[in-house]
């Protein structure tokens, strides 16, 4: 059967934010790039990024910088961060910005001309920049824009990798096939950047679009490199909950940012019942207070709907829990009641959150400007990930890197809202900056024919021999409801032993799903190849989760609900074992230097 074969100096598995800025970063280093899309070109998830990018650039206020852009990413991920990636983050990301200005973004700006930033949760300053409530279209417009002059990037769209080759220790390469025909494809490269984002379909509700099926993590994995802290994926506090057809799609913080706030089904602003201690002396007390903070004033400080999503997302579970929600399941964002503070206030909304505002009435029938949405807590990002250095961006297998949602570290126990974009930005740029040194260094590497023969059975055995009579969309169903259900916002470990058992019940049923037909228009086909990667990650996140016996950050675990000393130093490593085994080991991390540690004691 004719495999379709290309060469290329430096493959980016995944063409979002992080991918285009890789491709790129490594074209402009000289190297032959192949950029690889689950989707079109500038169709990528990046796009649902809605609010802003994260950089401490000070346009608003001028107290900010990187040291505080720094302790507060730290402490949002509850000391777990990879502390090097966080300084990394921290001191670069104004400059991507600036960058992405320079290559034609257009940004809101402050009336003297510069970029305009607003205010989001777990920020201490207003920090993100940002165009409407579109940011994340607009860095893939202007990503998109840039790479396409660039006769060295080659772009293969609607193409999966299925397995990652390798030459002993080193990936060379990757086996795939194009989703529109099923014709097979062999990508012969030098280095491989991973950045196929989240594994949001692993769950029932998700803001996540039908490409995060956990692809990068599985295949690393499957490659020999290590998973770290599979736990920590965060539900988004505002997803939408009604009308089912969109439950799950993501409402930006934005709407909070720009002074919405969170009510119960009694009119109760709830946030302000629950503020966390070390939180306390960076929150209002008072509706008036919080309202000055939105409007940019510094001697305010912020409205408890700005804490961390973590947490926002739990007040919001306890309220629908203790039967104060809304009629379907959810709580009140109201942005509307600002029309009592500013005058024109229907304008103002429409003008700050248009695609809040198109969203609503266009898939609910609701206007924004004079109604308040109905919400609920969404999959929304995975904080786990491939585990890297933070300089270079390799994994633990020589010639794979991995950015953006796809790697982890950065964001620790919990991501800040913003620091995503500008988290695949500047580890985007790095991780195509290094994967084109690595390519110049090392050379091509061989191929073995047997690996690729093998991978091409392995895909076509779905529809060649099925074992059984297993539907692929009804085993990925299962999976999705368990896992919301035994392992989701509020996890127990009764309920998360007995995911781990369905888990594997699952994966043999995985062995006999089936896809009879041919291998064009085929997408029960790619199903089956998606729900081997889901199984695989799933597995991953729920050993964590319940090894990881307390509660922190983005895990609430109810029979452990503290935070442990024990575990607050401890990382969580996924490893595949020399038998095909899941392996899990605790991992110390690695201390804070002293001048780091004195950065996040003077930030308070």
């Not at 130093?569 to 605790?586: F, V």
Request: aromatic share 8%; with cysteine; charged share 25%.
């Amino acid at each position: 059967m004719e495999i379709q074969t290309y060469e290329h100096d430096v493959l980016v598995i995944g063409a979002g934010g992080a991918g285009m800025r890789a491709a790129i970063e490594a074209a402009d280093a000289g190297s032959s790039v192949g950029l690889v899309c689950k989707s079109l070109l500038g169709k990528a998830h990046t796009v649902m990024a809605e609010g802003g990018v994260a950089a401490a650039m000070g346009n608003v206020d001028d107290r900010d910088g990187w040291k505080v852009h720094f302790a507060d990413t730290m402490r949002g991920g509850q000391y777990l961060n990879n502390w090097r990636m966080a300084e990394l983050h921290a001191k670069e990301s104004p400059d991507r910005v600036r960058e992405l200005e320079q290559w034609g973004a257009v940004f809101d700006r402050t009336k003297d001309g510069k970029i305009l930033q607003r205010n989001f949760g777990g920020h201490r300053y207003p920090r993100l920049a940002h165009v409407g409530d579109r940011t994340g279209l607009e860095i893939i417009r202007t990503l998109q824009d840039h790479s396409v002059h660039k006769s060295q990037i080659s772009v293969y769209m609607e193409c999966c990798i299925v397995r990652l080759l390798k030459d002993g220790d080193r990936v060379v390469g990757a086996f795939g096939y194009f989703r529109e025909r099923g014709r097979f494809v062999l990508f012969k490269a030098k280095a491989v950047v991973i950045a196929t984002g989240g594994l949001g379909k692993a769950f029932e509700i998700t803001s996540n679009s039908w490409e995060y099926t956990g692809d990068g993590y599985a295949l690393a994995y499957a490659a020999g490199a290590e998973l770290l802290d599979m736990e920590f994926v965060q539900f988004h506090p505002t997803g939408m909950v009604w009308p089912p057809s969109v439950r799950g799609i993501l409402v930006t913080e934005g709407v909070r940012g720009e002074g919405g706030v969170l009510r119960n089904k009694d009119g109760k602003r709830f946030m302000f019942d629950d503020i966390p201690e070390n939180y306390r002396n960076q929150t209002a007390k008072t509706e008036e207070e919080g309202w000055r903070y939105t409007q940019g004033d510094k001697t305010a400080m912020r409205p408890p709907e700005l804490l961390t999503r973590d947490h926002v997302a739990r007040c919001i579970n306890r309220e629908v829990k203790a039967g104060r929600g809304s009629p379907h399941g959810g709580v009140y964002l109201d942005i509307s009641w600002i029309k009592e503070r500013i005058p024109n206030a229907r304008e103002y909304i429409k003008k700050k959150l248009p695609s809040m505002y198109h969203q609503f009435m266009e898939l609910g029938g609701i206007d924004i400007t004079i109604e308040p949405m109905e919400v609920g807590p969404t999959t929304h990002y995975t904080m786990g990930g491939i585990r890297v250095q933070g300089d270079t961006q390799m994994t633990s297998v020589p010639g794979l890197f991995a950015a953006g949602e796809a790697a982890a570290g950065l964001h620790g126990a919990n991501r800040l809202g913003g620091n995503s974009l500008s988290d695949l930005l500047v580890f985007g740029k790095r991780a195509g900056e290094h994967a084109a040194a690595f390519a110049k260094a090392q050379g091509a590497g061989w191929i073995d024919e047997k690996e690729v023969a093998s991978s091409q059975s392995w895909a076509l055995h779905f529809m060649d021999a099925p074992k059984g009579d297993e539907n692929p969309y009804k085993v990925q169903q299962d999976l999705q409801k368990m896992m919301q259900a035994q392992v989701g916002i509020v996890r127990k470990e009764e309920e998360m032993l007995s995911a781990l058992e369905k888990i594997q019940q699952i994966k043999e049923r995985a062995l006999k799903v089936q896809a009879p037909a041919n291998r064009e228009y085929n997408p029960g086909w790619h199903t089956c190849m998606d729900l081997t990667n889901l199984v695989t990650v799933s597995e991953a996140l729920t050993r964590c989760a319940i090894e990881r016996k307390e509660s922190r950050g983005a895990q609430f675990r109810d029979d452990y609900p503290e935070k442990s000393k024990e575990f607050g130093g401890l990382n969580m490593i996924i490893k595949q074992g020399p038998d095909g085994a899941m392996q899990l080991r605790r991992e110390p991390t690695k201390p804070l230097p002293e001048e780091l540690q004195q950065i996040i004691k003077d930030m308070g």
